[in-house]
């Protein structure tokens, strides 16, 4: 299966956790990745301090700062992989006007944005924009008419290629 591309990169202050950076793919999700977990790597040091200017840049599978600070597309899965173990998922919400599109809190501070277009064929989800709003009970998304998305299946729709 083909990777999704990393086509943008860029600073991001989406929660109190501290300085993330958001990573849109290809395929349309787009990924908050806090850099939090990087304050005792030297490299990050001078990014996480405010002191480098620069912004982050994308060769579509690594994001780097520089000749220095690198964070590969591999570690992005990892981590990803990690926050979507069962019970991982904080919560989950809908945007206003996006009823379609869920944002994704898991424990360990990444923040999805996750387009639903490419499940709108399956009739329960064809449903969920006259439902409230969605649920999470830590392993899954569901919503009241029974639809659901189990954490792998999250990571499937993040991974999707539409190349």
Not at 32 to 53: M, Q, T, V
Not at 127 to 156: C, F, R, V
């Amino acid at each position: 299966m083909e990777k999704p591309k990393i086509i943008g990169v860029y600073y991001s202050n989406v929660n109190e956790t501290g300085m993330m950076i958001e990573i849109r793919l290809q395929s349309g999700p787009t990924i908050y990745y806090p850099l939090s977990g990087k304050e005792k790597d030297p490299r990050f040091a001078e990014i996480i301090s405010g002191k480098h200017k620069g912004q982050p840049k994308t060769d579509g599978y690594n994001i780097y700062w520089g000749n220095t600070a690198r964070i590969s597309y591999d570690e992005i899965v990892s981590t990803l992989r990690t926050g979507l173990q069962p019970g991982k998922i904080r919560c989950v919400k809908t945007e206003f006007d996006y009823l379609d599109e869920i944002v994704i809190e898991l424990e360990n501070d990444i923040v999805i944005m996750l387009s639903l277009d490419v499940k709108m064929n399956d009739p329960l989800f064809a449903e969920i924009k006259e439902l409230s709003l969605p649920k999470t009970d830590g392993a899954q998304i569901y919503w009241a008419n029974k639809a659901s998305l189990s954490a792998s299946e999250i990571l499937s729709l993040l991974l999707m290629s539409n190349e």
